[in-house]
């Protein structure tokens, strides 16, 4: 499974949750070394959930960077709240990191 | 910059909606919210965008000042460019962030549920110099707000 590193900090009453994953987002239009077209692969749905309960869903295109970056803000999230994120790629692939809120 | 035919790399959604359908769908261990959001392929695959704006079925956007934007004035490298988005209108259920000039310019629509705020900070590739533009979708109202982004290194 590829790498997720997920950070949730409560501060103020906002919980702030960073996530760094790894994936090569390819667009399908980038020629490797040899000249060769790299076929597309990239992620296509993200949901977050706090919980359990969804609180982010999102789709993406070819156009999020490589190792893909995200913040978000939770209002209602309380110490020790699982923060659940999923990804599904365009090859069939998925990967999840889950996190406790913590406070800042 | 090569354009590639990319029409076969989405996902397998008859075997999407066959298992959120299916009672497998309860066992598994992906929530079924991740099912039921079926990736918007005429939109992110569009173009121009007109194109991709007409995929995410937005009729008549405003322009509104309550977007806010924060992004580089100047971006040496295209391939990750940080984007702040945030907004201030009261309802807000959605926020897609568009390039422009990319060769497919919807970059992400993001969609938020009970408890999350309208905001969200992400890295994104911008092929030239470009207007980031944001959509925001409350209610059956849509709002926009753009900023102008210089690029010297192509990040597409």
Redesign the interface.
Known sequence: MRDMKMRAQLKAG?TEVKALISHPME???R?NALDE?V???FI??V????NG??????????????N??????????RVGDKVVI?W?D???E?G?GEIAVTAA | MNEQDSSKQHLPRRGFLQLALGAVAALMWMPVSALAALWNKAAFEATTQPEAVKGLQVAGETPSSEIDIVAPDFAENGAVVQVEVKSRIPGTEAMAILVEKNPTPLIANFMFSDGAEPSVVTRIKMAETSNVQVIVKAGDRYFTAAKMVEVSLSGC
């Open positions: 906002v667009t399908g239009r020629k077209t076929p597309a692969h296509q749905l949901t977050a959930t706090l309960r969804k609180v982010l869903e999102a789709q993406w295109g070819t156009g999020i960077s490589k893909p970056y995200l913040t978000f803000y939770l209002n209602d999230a999923t599904h365009n090859n069939g998925s999840t």
